[in-house]
């Protein structure tokens, strides 16, 4: 036995010290997921036989995912992101609407920015030298039940084909291939754009140094976001995937799930079109945290 009483090498009776220790914990949701970080954590040290060399390399890449994070970047929504983790609270989160037939989520990722412009309905969102195949984007926004939900507001941005969001790309004007919408009377809008190409998450933080040593490559396929935000119902944060892309069956951020993938159609005239269904689950209409001014 140690000075607390503790047998030296009993893994079980240290969990236990460690689980009492956060007994008094007043916020009793804090509690619960401190309690399950500390079994989770110890039943990791054990499985993957840390040493204390290793944990400390493991500490050292949390204060470099700190260091690397900013008003700008952050790399520890990177992280979550990568690891797939950002991906599973999502569609966890998003389980009751999808029982019922909701549209599966998706991440906002780091690109959404705060004052997209307002577009007149089956306005183009691309400027006109923004080279690329035409896309038309045709969309309905309804509830569960199916009841189209006018006056809903859809915020949409994307990558240019060449992989580069506008904010990314000197070459492209302020704001260009982003957008806000407004649903009429029967749940639905549309926009013209441009087919948009995968690109790279940013690897120059210790992400990237994380995806050099597992060996995995560093792209997401091409996709559309939306974000769409109707009152008396939850916000749903979503992408639609070129089901073409090669890609699409590994997201470097595991985001391109099954319903998501879209056959871009030909529109007979060298363009394409899609069609989206956001389908959004009553409830508190809340906003996520806007990565960009
Ligand atoms: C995005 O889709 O914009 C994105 C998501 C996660 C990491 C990087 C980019
Ligand atoms: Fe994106």
Known sequence: MNTQGLPATDPQALLEAVLASNSKTANSRLKQILDSAIRHLHAFAVEADLTPAELDIGLDFLV???????????????????LGVATLVQLRNARLALAEGGTEPALVGPFWRAHQPRRADGECIASADTPGPRLTVRGRVTSLDGKPLAGARVETWQASPKGLYENQDEQQPSMNLRGRFETDADGRFSFVSVRPAGYPVPVDGPCGELLAAQGRHILRPAHLHFLVVAEGHRVLATQFFDSEDPHVHDDVVFGAVGSLLKTFESDGQGGFAIDVELRLQRGETKLPKCPLP
Not at 64 to 82: C, N, T, V
């Open 64 to 82: 470099a995912i700190g260091k690397a994070s900013g008003p700008k970047k952050h790399e520890g929504i990177l992280l979550a992101d990568i």
